[in-house]
């Protein structure tokens, strides 16, 4: 099985210690993983902000760095939904293709292809789940509010084997944090109203940390935590999976 | 003015826009509970999408099966290219009848196609009956939501209101006060009307026959009494068969308001002894938008006002933000398509979080149509140099992973050096209620490659 990792942009400039736990999750998984060099951005930022043209250098650089994987497994739900759905915009060769079949956001690569739900995680915090729109609605890694049927989630699937961990529950479970791209500065106004009420949900319910498949979401959540000094943590998914705390750390 | 200028305003008083959002989640919510008990409900939306697009394939046919059928019901069909021609036909009908003063039920036509002034422009009364309309008619505004014109008005502006137009007391907002006052009033003006327009939620092509569904029972109360009735309709309103109903009906009640059915679903499907009754069949636009096949899935739309309630940013930025007779994410796909320069930022007030397509009773795929919008807006209308500019930019520095580092390493050291008073500066609009993240020392392509160095 030959696993690449797809590291995003934002994360490997912004957040390594994001990247990091990917990667070390993964290899105590026993995956076997690659980091091609070279990568960039899946081409996101400029095609949801309507210049999908500009987008394609990064798109054909993605493809050349991980043509030649089974799997392609990155730490944002977002950007393997980007590649998924928008990389109709370039030709679809087989290599495109590959890509576009073979990208999996972490949780799903974890449960679904290596079928595992203990990865062996200790953190004993209060945890909110914040499903980040894309991969809850666009991967479905899990089922959503709207949608009648069975209700799943990766994601929780995953944190409950955590040890220490108590998942919480909220008033809105899978609501819009207010990020989406570009839109948090043009809808400036919207966008931070939105992170608020995210936030306050939350705090409401007893959270201490807050969770997701996405790390842009949560540094938009973090920017607002941090400005209004709320008593509350982010943390990437895979920062809590790659966790060994067996008792919570003094602040 | 733009979507983000209106919605500041509206965020102005956060105040409002926590009871506004709360009031309409409280809809999506009950919706949810309402759906949620129903065996099959993605069943029936599936079913509502396909004999929508089924129709919308076979138009042609179905408007002339329909047209027949009303013809020999005793029915009088019209049909309008636009608005304008639209409005002339109704007002023609009304001078054919002396008719005066009007009675309306709730249509989002005649507010598309601006009837009210055009009928009052010639001395017509036009009298709104849907209590929400009558609000926002009274306070001369538009509709901020398609089944909830008024939800931005809260009791006691409506108490004012009143106050003012229907010389009511003062009541502290009782809303079993005001609905009373409201009701007598509206009574009178339903005894003296010379004619009723309605608005029409389904036209059955192998009846000939139009259902219009309401919950205070204006419509009937209106087309019952007037000897005339002129019932307005988009040609997207047809269905081929009366059995479909049995889809749409169950959809419709549960994604508007969480209700199994509408307190009133009537049937028209022949004039009484003695009155006329009248189907005005409007195109303004519709055609056009069913040429364009990335678009022509919004024409499916029942006007249940789900992806308003839904949406994250409608309940925060009220209807008005929208500067559209349909507000919310189904304009937001429909009005660029009549008017792509007015309503270029619309596609791009969403987070294209996907909850407005999930929520769609009639599985549009509004979020993808938002995403297809900005693609067509950026190269057909005038964008900002900067955001072009910028976007430029970025797409080439991504294009190389070179530059990519580069980049990455200044803005690294930029976050971690420069004073927050500068990072939060004017252009930075992100900064003005949010901090940034401090740059990292390393990026994760550093820490891998000294990782490598280490174990080799």
Redesign the interface.
Known sequence: MKVGLFIPCYINQLYPQVGIATLELLEKLNVEVTYPSGQTCCGQPMANSGYENESIGACNNFVSNFKDFDYIVTPSGSCAYHVKKHYNIINQTHDVKNVRNNIYELCDFIVNILKIKDVGASFPYKVGVHKSCHGLRGLRLGSCSEVVGERYSSLEDLLKEVKGTELMSLKRTDECCGFGGTFAVTEEAISVKMGKDKIQDHLNNGVEVITATDTSCLMHLEGLIARNKKPLKVLHIAEILNSQYFTKVPN | MS??KL??IF?KD?KR?NWH?KAL?FVRHKR?LS??Q?KG??TLRNLGHGIKAHTLSNLDNYLIQFEDNALKNGVQVHWAANGDEHNKIVHRILKENNAKKVVKSKSMLTEECHLNPFLEADDIEVIDTDLGERIVQLAKEPPSHIVLPAIHKNKHEVDELFQEHLGTEPCNGDPQYLTHEARKHLREKFIEADAAITGVNFAIAETGGVVVCTNEGNADMGAHLAPVHIACMGVEKIIPKQDHLGVFLRLLARSATGQPITTYSSHFKKPRKGTKMHIVIVDNGRSEQLSRPDFRASLHCIRCGACMN?C??YR??GGHSYDATIPGPIGSILSPGKDLKKHSTLP????????C???CPVKIDIHTQL?KW??I??KETKQPFV??KS??I????????SQ?ERV?KI??WS?RHLPKSIINSKPN??G??????K??K???????NQRQDKNE
């Open positions: 979507h983000p919605a500041s965020n956060e826009v959002d989640w949810d759906v949620h129903v409900w993605e839904t994250p940013i925060r930025s791009f007030a969403s987070t294209l979080c996907g909850s397509s999930d929520v995403y900005r693609q807006i950026t955001k072009k976007m430029a970025m797409g080439n520095v991504f294009s190389k992973p990519f990455g803005a690294r976050l609009a992100w003005k209620a949010r901090d940034l993240p740059g990292p390393q990026s994760f392509d550093q820490w891998y």
